[in-house]
T-cell receptor, first 115, second 112 residues
Framework: ETGVTQSPTHLIKTRGQQVTLRCSSQ?????VSWYQQALGQGPQFIFQ???????GRGNFPPRFSGLQFPNYSSELNVNALELDDSALYLC??????????????FGSGTQLSVL | TQLLEQSPQFLSIQEGENLTVYCNSS?????LQWYRQEPGEGPVLLVT?????EVKKLKRLTFQFGDARKDSSLHITAAQPGDTGLYLC????????????FGTGTRLQVTL
């Protein structure tokens, strides 16, 4: 148990729809990062939020957006879903330090299928 | 685009065998982490290596960071079925320890 919870666990959408995924961070963590893990690949960094502000973004289009709330929980929104968006979406929380030993705690992910 | 290449991609061995997983990149990282991921779960951190040439041991697992901080290896001694899973290396650049670049992954299966 990492203390990071994600919902829903599974989701099926059709192309063109919009989706919102949710993440509850580990207690005391002010930083949340989102990753996309396609089948058979390693996770890819989408973006990070630190104290409710976006703090870095990977190579993902603007239709991927996020929010972080005052309680440090977070949402990932994806608009105009495409088939290639089908993947496991992982949320990771951390304490916000910049040191090399900063630890990420991952949730179990949301498996999104786009038909 | 995965900047970290892992080899092998798949490994199926019997209990008691030794194995090594490699993680290679053309980029220099300030630190490198190794994770294990089981089906239906998120990755779980095993170790972080920071200094070039650093070696860390975690029970039967030995991790090494290359001298130039571009590559790393994971060696498992006397593998057990409980070691089965997806092993991922992940590099971080200076000041971005929580924004990781993950490798392609090595799927390990250990059978009795």
């Amino acid at each position: 148990e990492t203390g990071v919870t994600q919902s829903p666990t599974h989701l099926i959408k059709t192309r063109g729809q919009q989706v919102t995924l949710r993440c509850s961070s580990q207690s005391g963590h002010n930083t949340v990062s989102w990753y996309q893990q396609a089948l058979g690949q390693g996770p890819q960094f989408i973006f990070q939020y630190y104290r409710e502000e976006e703090n870095g973004r990977g190579n993902f289009p603007p239709r991927f957006s996020g929010l972080q709330f005052p309680n440090y929980s977070s949402e990932l929104n994806v608009n105009a879903l495409e088939l290639d968006d089908s993947a496991l979406y992982l949320c990771a929380s951390s304490s916000g330090g910049l040191g090399a030993n900063e630890k990420l705690f991952f949730g179990s992910g949301t498996q999104l299928s786009v038909l | 685009t995965q900047l970290l290449e892992q080899s092998p991609q798949f490994l199926s061995i019997q209990e008691g065998e030794n194995l090594t997983v490699y993680c290679n990149s053309s980029s220099v990282f300030s630190s490198l982490q190794w994770y294990r991921q089981e089906p239906g779960e998120g990755p779980v951190l095993l170790v972080t290596v920071v200094t070039g040439g650093e070696v860390k041991k975690l029970k039967r697992l030995t991790f090494q960071f290359g001298d130039a901080r571009k590559d790393s290896s994971l060696h498992i001694t006397a593998a057990q079925p409980g070691d089965t899973g997806l092993y991922l290396c992940a590099g971080a650049y200076t000041g971005t320890a929580s924004k990781l670049t993950f490798g392609t992954g090595t799927r390990l299966q250990v059978t009795l």
